[in-house]
């Protein structure tokens, strides 16, 4: 037995032995938890070699100074909610998931501010903050599974991104762990700083490719006063996108604008009921929150302005209703699965003004194509969760679903807007991101991924193609 | 005539023809330009070699592709107001004064976005933005002057900075010429984006160092439906900061809450008085804005929240009383080299409940040391002005100044702070950067640096000791 078969078995006795033994417990080789923490939300799927549980900053230090000697690529890894593939590992690989590093640290009322491990579950952490009267905005679809250490690899965004912006407007420092097993503190722990390149930045949204992320500084806010949520429906598509231009132009900005189209509401209706209508071809979903009185005016004005773009307005009465909205949006996603086994899901971004065109040119691409493509995402701010979907065992049909990706990326680029959003690049997105980064760019980015990881053990294949 | 000196005269040939011949009419090296484009408002100054004034991107290009053909450095610079001397050129250098890119590009009222050349006066910027009713925040107190790119460069900050962030918070995307002569252009014109690693942050606030930016694509804002200003005197200065501490605890996020020691209102008064009342030890000057009804009644919690801490509250009735008002703000910095002919202004940030303490600390600190130190600055975001007071000509006073600021960085951190809000490193701390910044992360930056100007020739010296 010699050649790379030799070298796999060396490198599991490698892994079921040492690495068990450097932390006993917090280690396994166990095919069920290889499968178990192989994939994530893109679909995609390869088993590593091991997968470790950090307690502490030490565990993980361990852990990367282990896979460095050994030339075992580090796979770092939140709740697995991804939608790229940014946390799929090789073969071959130790995924290292920061679960058990799951402590709010302290929250500080007066500063505003607060110090949390990775681990910690979005929305648990807006619930903590709750009986401080605080607010953490990001707010993933995800959000009662995804953790902020996943949040702030990835930047994630959210409905409320449009009023408070991305997670990245929320770091303000980070404890991480470099591939060689240094320690850096990136940012400060007040509102302002400009001493030196702004590493925190660079690290969020960094995909886990530079460096493990242990410990999260976030800023948060006063949590408002009050929220009212409406909901518009339109028979006409454009008319929907056109309402939204009008809302914002006149100086109202929502929490959340977001939008389903006829077919992501129908999907809803079909297979997890909420009691939307289905006889609409678009709904937005609006969120206003501040004083009781200004969003009551607000609410006014929004009102008459769907109207005047013939869309019918219905207000939340209650905590009730407005769960139910909500409830609608976040089913989306899954009941989309029950139209086809597979989806296609690209979260394109164009100036919000061109969101009719953007819509009308993918309901074109779907006629031409034969292919059906279900979009819903967040009007507001032109992120438009596109979804082709597809059956993968009918070969042709899903062949001819992936081909449309790269025109639904080139009709993005062409209007002024990103292939990515709020999901990242990953392994999905790879293949494109030379579409919208030049070569240039491009350079310069993986000559930084090199200052931080010379070896390329972190995160190895994500990004760049 | 060899050696040092004869490169000197080659160099100056150089400067004089070829490079004038470049670029006709955009290139001095006489004397009086190299007087005038030398020093910023550090005090700092050594005058460059030559001064090129670029019309457009191509420009910019040909001037970095012959410094680098020729080994000359190139210092970008807006219009010299910052505060660290992060523009002020090294001798045998070609200081790159983008003052004639100046050019508003457009505004797009509808996706709330303006492309700006990076020559454009901040406070122009603002003027033209409020006849489409739109707002864009950063607000140094140099607006009159400054510059985006400056502004985008340092990352500066402002009073706004409270509600509304900094620089950093607005930049979509940026154009910038590498130090190799190659142009990039990162970020999005869309509001998400997290397409590859976020190198419009990472140049954001690099201070000129990593590449020459020739476009700005920011977003801006809906203008604020009404503004209240008011003042509150305070015969106490720890009631001043508790009462700081009371107003943002209260949940109300003012967008300016700026305070003034006794000693710079006396200051003002002096030497440009606008009537404020000389007995107090500090005052806060808050400004308000958004929705009429609800500043209003924010307006009067403030007062409550004064008066409980024995502060008194002056409205600003008028317009003329509000500009009245900033005009003190604004006169503080001019007004304090009446007091001593030369200041060392320093703009430490702590967490903000630490205000108070820090303003004991640097009392004290100047009772033992003889040492007037005059604060004022940004007090809702722990941002604060120190200004240690000496006069030059006075060497051992001089010394004995210069020796206070790294015990006020020093109280600065063991507070949790960072020795720069708004004005970054520069010249002038770079000697102190090692106290907050530790080698691993600062070799990551020299390394990233070097990524982007492997050869030293933009904007060096800066930053790094």
């Given at each position: 037995m010699g050649g790379a078969q030799g070298w796999v078995s060396c490198f599991l006795f490698l892994m079921k032995n040492k690495f068990a033994d450097l932390l006993p417990g917090r280690v396994s080789t166990e095919p069920e938890d290889l499968v178990c923490y192989?994939?994530?939300?893109?679909?995609l799927e390869a088993a590593p070699s091991a997968v470790a549980w950090p307690h502490s900053l030490e565990d993980v230090v361990e852990i990367m100074n282990f896979a460095r000697s050994n030339r075992i690529p580090v796979i770092p890894r939140g709740?697995?909610?991804?939608?790229?593939?940014?946390?799929v590992p090789d073969r071959s690989s130790v995924v290292v998931s920061m679960?058990?590093?799951?402590?709010?640290?302290?929250?500080?009322r007066d500063n505003m501010t607060v110090l949390v491990e990775p681990g910690v579950i979005n929305g648990h952490l807006q619930r903590e903050l709750e009986r401080f009267r605080l607010f953490y905005p990001p707010d993933p679809a995800s959000m009662n599974f995804c953790t902020i250490g996943g949040n702030v690899a990835e930047n994630a965004g959210g409905p409320?991104?449009?009023?408070y912006g991305v997670t990245r407007d929320y770091v303000l420092g980070l404890e991480a762990v470099l591939p060689d097993g240094s320690v850096i503190k990136t940012g400060?722990?007040?509102?302002?700083g400009v001493v030196g390149y702004d590493l925190t930045r660079l690290l969020t949204g960094s995909e886990g490719t530079l460096a493990v992320i242990t410990k999260i500084l976030l800023r948060v806010l006063p949590m408002p006063e009050e929220v009212i949520t409406l909901m518009a429906l339109f028979k006409d598509l454009e008319q929907s996108g056109n309402a939204v231009t009008a809302i914002l132009a006149y100086g109202i900005i929502p929490r959340t604008l977001e939008f389903m189209d006829g077919e992501a509401v129908r999907a809803v209706e079909n297979f997890?009921?909420?009691?939307?209508?289905?006889?609409?071809?678009a709904i937005l979903l609006i969120e206003l929150d501040g004083d009781p009185v200004v969003i009551r005016k607000e609410a006014e004005r929004i009102s008459s302005i769907c109207s005047h773009h013939q869309g019918e307005i219905i207000m939340a009465e209650d905590e009730e209703a407005r769960q139910k909205i909500w409830e609608a949006r976040r089913a989306i996603s899954p009941a989309l699965y029950h139209l086809k086994p597979a989806k296609i899901n690209e979260d394109i971004v164009v100036p919000r003004t061109k969101i009719p065109s953007m819509l009308k040119k993918l309901r074109e691409l779907s006629e031409e194509s034969g292919i059906m493509i279900v979009c819903f995402g967040h009007a507001g701010d032109g992120n438009i969760h596109v979804n082709i979907m597809?059956?993968?065992?009918?070969k042709p049909e899903y062949e001819k679903a992936l081909g449309l990706v790269k025109e639904v990326f080139r009709m993005t680029l062409d209007l002024?807007?990103?292939?990515?959003?709020?999901?990242?690049?990953?392994?999905?997105?790879k293949d494109y991101i030379g579409m919208e980064i030049s070569p240039v760019e491009m350079d310069l980015m993986k000559k930084i991924k090199n200052v931080f990881d010379p070896l390329n053990i972190l995160n190895p294949g994500k990004i760049f193609p």
């Open positions: 192989g994939f994530d939300a893109s679909g709740a697995g909610t991804g939608m790229t593939g940014g946390s679960e058990r590093m799951n402590r709010v640290l302290g929250i500080d409320r991104a449009l009023k400060v722990k007040t509102a302002k997890s009921p909420v009691g939307l209508p289905t006889d609409v071809e597809a059956d993968k065992e009918n002024g807007g990103t292939i990515s959003g709020e999901h990242g690049v990953g392994l999905t997105k």
